[in-house]
């Protein structure tokens, strides 16, 4: 149980276009989700935590209008990379909790790269 | 905010040896846990243990809330135990749950 998907694995995008990356619990109600960023052989940095049906919270120096987060259900939760640029490709990572619970369970991971 | 670090940064081995990771956390938990991220980027949840010992096969952890660390043993290890081990934290008496992560620690285990 506690799964987590993510789709796409992987995509390549052009500069200056807009990419869209779903993150859904498969066998659970998760009432928080969090998005993560990670460089390589670097450590996972959290981008924000989403909550169903509320505004995400962002972590400092990440650019809420770049990185739109969508929570519309119990199961599914959205990031969207606009106008992204080079430097915007990563890896990034959703996680879940279900509710009542502190532990985090992972997606497999988007791998993004901006042409 | 709370503190995680990860000894050592790297470890190198020879199939079949025993290891232990360590994780220091600057503050009281309620939440830790310990993850194994694979070659194609997973986190494999290992332990969620904010404190106590448990053990899953040939991996064990044991988590001293009071002296703020926790241990991650791996026995016996084998070439798929290859990776990076991640200690992640939620310290106490907070709001949200988002976790800290620690800086990892490589894993290398030779046939």
């Known amino acids: 149980g506690a799964v987590v998907s993510q789709h796409p694995s992987r995509v390549i995008c052009k500069s200056g276009t807009s990419v869209k990356i779903e993150c859904r619990s498969l066998?659970?109600?998760?009432?928080?989700m969090f998005w993560y960023r990670q460089f390589p052989k670097q450590s996972l940095m959290l981008m924000a935590t989403?909550?169903?049906?509320?505004?995400?919270?962002?972590e400092q120096g990440v650019e809420k209008d770049k990185f739109l987060i969508n929570h519309a259900s119990l199961t599914l939760s959205t990031l969207t990379v606009t106008s992204a640029h080079p430097e915007d490709s990563s890896f990034y990572i959703c996680?879940?909790?279900?509710?009542?619970?502190?532990?985090?369970?992972f997606g497999p991971g988007t791998r993004l790269t901006v042409t | 905010g709370i503190q995680v670090e990860q000894s050592p940064p790297d470890l190198i081995l020879q199939e079949g040896a025993n290891s232990t990771l360590r994780c220091n956390f600057s503050d009281s938990v309620n939440n830790l846990q310990w993850f194994h991220q694979n070659p194609w980027g997973q986190l494999i949840n290992l332990f969620y243990i904010p404190s106590g010992t448990k053990q899953n096969g040939r991996l064990s952890a044991t988590t001293v809330a009071t002296e703020r660390y926790s241990l991650l043993y791996i026995s016996s290890s084998q070439t798929t135990d290859s990776g990076v081990y991640f200690c992640?934290?939620?310290?106490?008496?907070?709001?949200?749950?988002?976790?800290?992560f620690g800086k990892g620690t490589l894993l290398t285990v030779n046939p």
């Open positions: 992640a934290v939620r310290p106490s008496g907070g709001s949200n749950y988002k976790l800290t």
């Open positions: 989403s909550n169903e049906g509320s505004k995400a919270t962002y």
């Open positions: 066998d659970f109600q998760a009432t928080t």
């Open positions: 996680s879940a909790t279900l509710a009542g619970s502190y532990e985090q369970y």
